[in-house]
């Protein structure tokens, strides 16, 4: 529980993490590009200016001056200083500061040339909106508010202590203080408007933050899914390793196999030995469930079966250590049908134990018919069963079939499983043939009997002839 709850906290960490990344490489970006816009403005506030310095004060041209060249220093050098790779969050607040006195510094240049009540009421004030807007790509929120709030502190202070004394200057004092309420009313509600722009550039940054976590999420699961998938072909592709691929060279046997996974991975599984003895050790088995957990519990069996059979063990003792295996290992309730066949090709018979497996089809050189019926219940269910094997002749002409559910439980579009009876059918019908020949028969019956379904289990068969 402990691992669980620290794996689920280091995944947040990662999210948040690449989200902050992925936030501050934003920041990054909208503050040098605001960098560049603001040095454009301080340029062309600066030419305007200065088509109108003869009627400005050399002092007033020197503050001019003064003015544009500290604001184009910062917003530059802070754009080419960012753009080098050099970056620090506080700047995004200094760069506020900058940006809003800029606005104001041109809301003074034009009350000086154009007029006082031009200044208050044409473009100026819309550069306060621009500066504002311009502060919610940084997508944060408390800087979208704090730029509102220079605005409208900043627009309402370059008001009060030089412009409103320039209205009554101009107007005189009995118009002025006929007009003074209706301006105040005028300053009072732009400035108002910028508080308000600023929570709506909050509230936009918020949004788009919300929008990046979501993305950045979503690639981040994109990834992990990615890596998943690549892990599963990975695994499949181990998986067709360890299903043979090729005939096996036995004496006397003439054999067909064929593994047809539902998912990229499966839990069927066979297998062809020759063992130390000469004798031919055959194994068909079949994991509850299908995907991955069920590959994992038959990469299990395949490795038991492969390490056992290369020792001086009988099939019963084999059997045995397979089944204590499964009930060690297997989780979530999961069992094995499993059957084994041992050819002795010098006593022409066969010898096998099936644990619950579908019973493989025995058609003799004749015609008749048995079946290698499961004596014992599958494996993984209780550690302490016997196994007693059975043995039947097997001589020329013989044929045993094997197979897992998967083949008889094919289901067409209208649910109709293939069914065992017709395995029996066929196999009675084609037994004489070739083994390559049943197979592809076979193959070409269940195409048909599916039609344009996709197999719902893993399918697995072998066939094997005595010649």
Avoid at 278 to 294: C, L, R, T, W
Avoid at 311 to 326: A, P, W
């Amino acid at each position: 529980m402990q691992k669980t709850e620290n794996d689920r906290h280091t995944k947040t960490q990662a999210y948040q993490d690449l989200l902050d990344a992925e936030l501050f490489e934003v920041e990054k970006r909208s503050q040098m590009q605001a960098g560049w816009f603001m040095s454009i403005c301080v340029v062309l506030i600066y030419i305007l200016a200065l088509f109108q310095a003869v009627d400005l004060a050399v002092s007033y041209q020197n503050f001019l001056h003064t003015i544009a060249i500290i604001m184009l220093i910062w917003f530059i050098g802070n754009s080419v200083v960012i753009h080098q790779g050099y970056y620090h969050r506080s700047l995004k607040y200094i760069n506020i500061i900058f940006q809003v006195s800029m606005v104001s510094f041109f809301l003074l240049v034009t009350a000086k040339i154009m007029g006082v009540k031009f200044a208050l009421s044409s473009v100026a004030p819309l550069f306060y909106v621009v500066v504002i807007s311009v502060s919610s790509l940084t997508m944060n929120p408390f800087l979208c508010l704090l730029a509102g709030g220079f605005a409208a502190g900043q627009f309402l202070g370059v008001y009060v202590f030089w412009l409103q004394d320039k209205i009554h200057y101009t107007l005189g004092n009995e118009v002025a203080v006929e007009q003074s309420l209706y301006g105040w009313v005028s300053i009072v509600l732009r400035a108002l408007i910028f508080m308000i722009m600023g929570t709506v550039a909050m509230y936009m940054a918020r949004k788009a933050r919300s929008l990046l976590e979501t993305v950045v999420v979503q690639v981040r699961y994109e990834e992990q899914l990615n890596f998943v998938q690549q892990d599963i072909k990975q695994a499949a592709e181990i998986q067709e390793k360890l299903i043979p691929n090729s005939k096996p060279d036995f004496e006397m046997l003439e054999i067909e196999s064929h593994y047809q996974p539902s998912k990229l991975v499966g839990g069927d599984y066979f297998d062809f030995i020759k063992r130390g003895n000469g004798d031919y050790f055959i194994v068909i088995a079949d994991v509850s469930g299908k995907g991955f957990s069920a590959a994992m519990v038959m990469s299990n069996i395949q490795a038991i079966v492969q390490i056992l059979t290369n020792q001086d063990i009988s099939m019963t003792k084999i059997v045995e250590i397979l089944n204590q295996s499964v009930c060690k290992t297997s989780a979530g309730g999961r069992f094995v049908t499993f059957a084994c066949i041992e050819f002795s090709p010098t006593k022409n018979q066969l010898c096998y134990i099936n644990c619950g497996h579908n019973a493989p089809f025995l058609i003799r050189s004749n015609g008749d018919k048995e079946m290698l019926v499961a004596l014992t219940s599958v494996l993984g269910v209780k550690d302490d069963v016997t196994y007693t094997p059975r043995t039947l002749a097997f001589g020329k002409g013989d044929l045993l079939f094997a197979f897992t559910d998967g083949l008889s439980e094919l289901k067409n579009a209208n649910k109709e499983m293939f069914g065992e009876a017709n395995i029996e059918k066929l196999l009675l019908r084609e037994h004489s043939q070739p083994v390559q020949s049943i197979k592809e028969i076979l193959l070409e019956k269940t195409q048909v009997h599916l039609g344009n379904e996709l197999p719902g289990d893993d399918l697995s068969f072998i066939c094997i002839k005595s010649v």
